[in-house]
C-alpha cells in the first residue's frame, strides 16, 4: 500500500484550480454587465473590466478571447437564463404563458445591470457592423416564432379568437415590454413595472380571449 504522505490527492487540487477559474469567470462576466450597460460595447474596454475584476488584461483574455467573445457569452448566459424560464416547459395554456412572463419581468426588477446592458445593446445592435446585430436579430426571431406558435395552438384549441392574428399579438407584446422595461431602466421609481407588464397583458388577453372561454 502507498505511503500516506497527507497531501490531498491532485485530483482535488484540480478540482478546486477549476472552481476558481470558474469564479473568476463568472466576476468577469458579471463585470462586464455592468460595463456594457453603461458604455455599451464600444466604450467599453477589456482593460477597465479586468482592472474592476482585480486582474490583469492578459488573465482576462485566459478566459474570453477578445471583447467580442466576452459580449457573446454574456449574451449567452443571459439568454441561457430566460430560456430555463420561458421555454423549458410547455405552458398549459397561453395564459399561463402571460404569467411566467411577469414573473420574468419580476426577476428582472432584482437585475437591473441585465436590463440596462440589454437595452443599450439592442439600440447599438442596429448597426449591421456591430459584433451582436446577429444574435439580437435571431433573438427576436426565435422569441417571436415561439410566442406566434404559442398564439396558434391557443386558437386551435379554442382558448383564443379563430380570427386572431397570432404575428401582430405576438410582436405587440414583444414591443411593449421591451418599451417599458426601457422606461424602467431609464427610472425605475417611475413604475411597478411587474404590476403595468401584468395589467397590459391581462387587459389585451381579454380582447383575444375565445367568447365564452
Same mark, same amino acid.
Given at each position: ?27 468577469? $462576466? ?129 382558448? $383564443? ?12 407584446? $414583444? ?39
Amino acid at each position: 500500500m502507498p505511503e500516506n504522505t497527507g497531501r490531498a490527492p491532485r485530483r482535488s487540487a484540480g478540482r478546486g484550480s477549476y472552481a476558481v477559474g470558474d469564479a473568476r469567470r463568472q466576476k468577469i $462576466l458579471d463585470t462586464a454587465v455592468d460595463h456594457f450597460g453603461q458604455w455599451g460595447f464600444h466604450a467599453s474596454s477589456l482593460a477597465r473590466i479586468a482592472h474592476d475584476c482585480g486582474i490583469t488584461q492578459g488573465g482576462l483574455l485566459h478566459h474570453f478571447r477578445s471583447k467580442e467573445d466576452l459580449l457573446l457569452s454574456v449574451l449567452a448566459q443571459s439568454e441561457q437564463h430566460d430560456v430555463e424560464r420561458l421555454f423549458s416547459d410547455e405552458p398549459a395554456s397561453y395564459a399561463a404563458y402571460l404569467g411566467t412572463l411577469v414573473a420574468l419581468i419580476e426577476e428582472n426588477t432584482r437585475r437591473p445591470g441585465i436590463v440596462r446592458m440589454f437595452n443599450v445593446l439592442v439600440g447599438e445592435s442596429g448597426n449591421v457592423g456591430h459584433p451582436a446585430h446577429q444574435y439580437f436579430k435571431e433573438r427576436y426571431a426565435r422569441v417571436l416564432r415561439h410566442t406566434v406558435d404559442l398564439l396558434d395552438a391557443a386558437v386551435r384549441r379554442g382558448e $383564443l379568437r379563430p380570427d386572431l392574428d397570432s404575428l401582430a399579438v405576438a410582436q405587440e407584446h $414583444l414591443a411593449v415590454m421591451d418599451g417599458l422595461q426601457i422606461q424602467w431602466a431609464l427610472d425605475p421609481s417611475s413604475m411597478d413595472m411587474p404590476s403595468r407588464v401584468d395589467a397590459y397583458l391581462r387587459r389585451r388577453y381579454a380582447e383575444i380571449a375565445a367568447p365564452g372561454g
